[in-house]
DNA sequence: TTGAAAGCGCTACCAA
DNA sequence: TTGGTAGCGCTTTCAA
């Protein structure tokens, strides 16, 4: 037996193909439920799926929404990834998935690319900066609705799904407060930075001088080795115990890395908490001090975002997941 | 300006709509020169898209490929996410993916969805085993073509793609042997047994024997202090260094949190070893000797086996790309 | 409550 | 080398 055309079904069950189709979408009250049960019937009964294709070209939509991803090294990515392909099949919807890695022509080509196979969305974890960025993203935006995630990319007015970061940071910055330091530093990339990054950035250091701390931030040095000699001097002399947040998972990497080429341990010295929940947060230092983001609640806003956002032409909103930070080890001390 | 049909640009260059569709597609040595140009200059200056519905409706296919994913905690998945994400794309193929979360019967309806999206194709990272699952695959690989990825599911007939789990086996225990063990084991999950964990042992087990070196395999203790004990116990008395080696990336995050509560260490009692380059492996004990696999080979692999697989109905086949291992630290001592 | 029929936008066959 | 046109499978309006 072929592939199955509805002409067939409403031969089938001598119905007209208008018919089987009203009973394909469940127009309601519009037909007998005999008629309704014997259609149904022969579906059942053969099988009959109906073409994708031709009701994506007969509805001119086709349920499909894209996912752009910057970084599938990043933890956050996988989860975001996950809790998104959960969210869009329970609603019916396709997730069709991009990865730039963290390049922006690679992330406009595929943006191009995700619009021309015909998504009804797109949700975007942007590498880009910049007004020629903007201006790109904001022309994609009138063809297909747009969802930034993470990363706000100003000037592009499009509308933004995020984590509390305010709230996670004074959090962190309250965790290691109460363990006893005065001094703590946020690492840093140095290099390209982020929307995101700033915003955590500016949180740390309100945060710090609300608590009368010191510290800063610091652009964690690029070799491992110098990134050792950079620790090194952070530290030195130190009369309590120094707090380190790593802005993202990346820069926790490089500080794991870093710490291997010294003496300093956490919670020995140091006070270490980060971003981004990683399977190994859970095993270094007998247990790193986490912020995690509420992926699934993220996801959620992200498509409720595109899918309301439909109608809803107002100005572009931020909407937030909150997210929370889980203690381990690494703050907490001996 | 609305969206456009080929019928405008075909008004609007003074010719047939086939003849645009025939630019549109590159059917070479058609038509003049100079016609083809005065069109792709008409679709230039309106930056005419076709519709990817009315295409997808006509050829019968829609240039979208599915792509189930087991595991998002797996470094695997990710990296494999990326290949596959980034051939496709330069196929001029749309990704469509699904992870099952290690759910059969997520996995199960998955597969289903994507097939009623209209996928040409499908590439599973299978959490089934068993008759019944061999049955459901091989019926959706009569609907459209199926390649496994990583993990067989025997009985299904559906061919797979895998990394040459046999030299790799080979050059880690050749690597550990040369360090200096006598006693090396390989450290697996407890519980689920999947095709390639399976196969994996067996390689060790006939590597050791060809070296004459002892030791076996080790289902790895649950909770992190049980496993604790367990190391200690495998390392009791020992006169020479112990291998170990992680069956994947999953059983070294364990590892790693047993060790945390134990004095033992790599490189030095222990030599090291793990399946699955996961950024924290450069940073651990100073570097873990690592298995990688060729992740682009795979992922061009599965799409070519995808696309010829098309025209060739001979037996399933299995496609190998080598990958190979980095030595680290965790295995070359001090 | 049901059916007939007009397209959605494109491709490919056949004719010129 | 080019054009006319049927029809991919479905939804939806209009008529019965």
């Known amino acids: 037996m072929g592939r199955m ?102 992330e406009e080509r595929a943006c191009e690319r995700l619009i021309a196979a015909g998504v009804d969305g797109l949700v975007v974890n942007s590498c880009r900066a910049g007004d020629e960025a903007a201006a790109s993203l904001a022309a994609a935006g009138r063809l297909v609705p747009i969802v930034l995630l993470d990363r706000a ?20 910055v309250e965790e290691i407060h109460r363990r006893g330091c005065a001094i703590c530093h946020l690492l840093d990339e140095r290099g390209r930075t982020s929307a995101i990054r700033r915003e955590r950035a500016r949180s740390f250091e309100r945060e710090l001088a609300a608590r009368g701390m010191t510290g800063g931030t610091v652009a964690l040095a690029s070799p491992a080795a110098d990134a050792a000699r950079q620790l090194e001097e952070l530290v030195r002399g130190a009369v309590s115990p120094i707090g380190l947040i790593a802005v993202n998972g990346l820069v926790l990497l490089r ?56 109608g809803t032409d107002g100005p572009a909103r931020t909407a937030v997941a909150p997210g929370r930070v889980i203690v381990r080890a690494s703050t907490r001390g001996n």
């Open 255 to 310: 500080l794991v890395e870093a710490l291997g080429e010294t003496d300093l341990s956490a919670p020995g010295t140091l006070r270490i908490a980060t971003f981004d929940e990683y399977a190994w947060n859970r095993a270094l230092f007998g247990g790193i001090t986490t912020a995690v983001q509420d992926t699934a609640g993220l996801a959620a806003a992200a498509l409720d975002a595109l899918l309301d956002g439909r």
């Open 5 to 106: 055309r509805i002409k067939d079904i409403a031969a089938e069950a001598g119905v007209s193909p208008a018919t089987v189709s009203r009973v394909l979408n469940n127009r309601p009250g519009t037909m007998s439920d005999e008629t309704r049960a014997r259609v149904k019937a022969v579906i059942e009964r053969t099988g009959y799926q109906p073409s994708n294709a031709a009701r994506s070209l007969r509805r001119g939509r086709t349920g499909a929404i894209g996912l752009i991803l910057a970084d599938m090294c990043n933890p956050y990515s996988s989860a975001m990834l996950e809790a998104l392909a959960a969210d869009a099949g329970n609603r019916g919807l396709a997730l069709m998935t991009a990865v730039s890695g963290n390049d922006a022509e690679q």
């Open 153 to 172: 990319v100003p000037g592009s007015g499009l509308p933004l799904v995020t984590s509390d970061n305010d709230r996670l940071m004074r959090e962190m």
